[in-house]
């Protein structure tokens, strides 16, 4: 990807479909310049068809339940741009039942929350680069089902001994908030800034893996489409707001109060320090 030294670099994961092919299209459509991030061969070709013809967009291929995968994204990105402008966290979903991967993470855990810790601890080199002309930005897509969690459990993190798929989402998207948080705290000072969003319930395939009642909770649901949260997404990528007072939680394009448990920093740095020690014991 040739970097035009004035035009923007985003980086959107999940790009290959839904709010992230939505949001890396609208971004394009402004003249930035997009990577996109994806897992599966058919809509990552289709997203390169219908996003490359209107402006630069690079498609990338990776399992985000493998951490090795992630730090190899991270690396072919280093070497395709000098610097990012907005890293947009936005790949996830949920899972019928406890899927334990070849490195021995949990699924859920390792796609939603795990890849965006290590994907933003590699660039953030290549994010530091872009603050000489404003502030750069890390936006999380987390969800209302954090809501349902109580906390974290720090004596099974990854839900490896008790796991129920929607608990294990909700845990995750926990996570996404705390993360954020603790984000903002570190690296404010550097001028990147983090904030986090709920996209309300989505008409794609999110759930198309989860369990039976999450599908029917997703089939009966009032959904919206990938357009609406993409145009918060791009809000904040691209607005005034998005770039002041990071550690925030967003929806539809307004500010809101996340669940108590969202809000503890005590956790937040914790969450950190421990999602740290599980990157460490994978190589990483």
């Given at each position: 990807?040739?970097?035009?030294?004035?035009?923007?670099?985003?980086?959107?994961?999940?790009?290959?479909?839904?709010?992230?092919?939505?949001?890396?299209?609208?971004?394009?459509?402004?003249?930035?310049?997009?990577?996109?991030?994806?897992?599966?061969?058919?809509?990552?070709?289709?997203?390169?068809?219908?996003?490359?013809?209107?402006?630069?967009?690079?498609?990338?291929?990776?399992?985000?339940?493998?951490?090795?995968?992630?730090?190899?994204?991270?690396?072919?990105?280093?070497?395709?741009?000098?610097?990012?402008?907005?890293?947009?966290?936005?790949?996830?979903?949920?899972?019928?039942?406890?899927?334990?991967?070849?490195?021995?993470?949990?699924?859920?855990?390792?796609?939603?929350?795990?890849?965006?810790?290590?994907?933003?601890?590699?660039?953030?080199?290549?994010?530091?680069?872009?603050?000489?002309?404003?502030?750069?930005r890390v936006i999380a897509v987390s969800s209302s089902a954090h809501r349902i969690c109580k906390g974290l459990d720090w004596d099974d993190l990854q839900s490896l001994n008790d796991f129920d798929a929607t608990k294990a989402y909700a845990r995750a998207k926990l996570a996404n908030i705390l993360f954020t948080r603790e984000l903002a705290r570190r690296e404010g000072s550097t001028g990147i800034v983090a904030q986090v969003m709920h996209p309300g319930v989505v008409a794609s395939n999110f759930a198309?893996?989860?369990?039976?009642?999450?599908?029917?909770?997703?089939?009966?649901?009032?959904?919206?489409?990938?357009?609406?949260?993409?145009?918060?997404?791009?809000?904040?990528?691209?607005?005034?707001?998005?770039?002041?007072?990071?550690?925030?939680?967003?929806?539809?394009?307004?500010?809101?109060?996340?669940?108590?448990?969202?809000?503890?920093?005590?956790?937040?740095?914790?969450?950190?320090?421990?999602?740290?020690?599980?990157?460490?014991?994978?190589?990483?």
């Amino acid at each position: 990807m040739p970097t035009d030294s004035k035009a923007p670099v985003a980086v959107v994961t999940g790009a290959s479909a839904g709010i992230g092919r939505s949001t890396a299209g609208r971004l394009v459509e402004f003249g930035w310049q997009v990577i996109g991030v994806g897992r599966d061969p058919r809509r990552c070709a289709e997203a390169v068809e219908q996003l490359g013809a209107s402006g630069t967009f690079t498609m990338l291929r990776g399992d985000f339940t493998l951490m090795s995968e992630v730090r190899q994204v991270a690396r072919v990105i280093a070497a395709l741009t000098p610097r990012v402008n907005v890293l947009i966290n936005n790949a996830g979903g949920v899972r019928d039942r406890r899927i334990v991967t070849a490195e021995g993470t949990e699924a859920t855990f390792a796609a939603n929350h795990l890849a965006p810790v290590l994907l933003t601890r590699e660039l953030l080199p290549l994010l530091r680069s872009s603050t000489a002309h404003g502030p750069a930005r890390v936006i999380a897509v987390s969800s209302s089902a954090h809501r349902i969690c109580k906390g974290l459990d720090w004596d099974d993190l990854q839900s490896l001994n008790d796991f129920d798929a929607t608990k294990a989402y909700a845990r995750a998207k926990l996570a996404n908030i705390l993360f954020t948080r603790e984000l903002a705290r570190r690296e404010g000072s550097t001028g990147i800034v983090a904030q986090v969003m709920h996209p309300g319930v989505v008409a794609s395939n999110f759930a198309s893996h989860g369990n039976a009642a999450m599908r029917a909770h997703m089939a009966a649901a009032d959904t919206v489409s990938p357009d609406e949260p993409a145009r918060t997404l791009v809000w904040l990528a691209t607005g005034e707001e998005g770039g002041r007072a990071g550690g925030r939680y967003f929806h539809r394009e307004a500010e809101e109060t996340p669940a108590p448990p969202a809000q503890d920093d005590a956790a937040a740095a914790r969450l950190w320090t421990e999602s740290e020690k599980l990157l460490a014991g994978l190589g990483l």
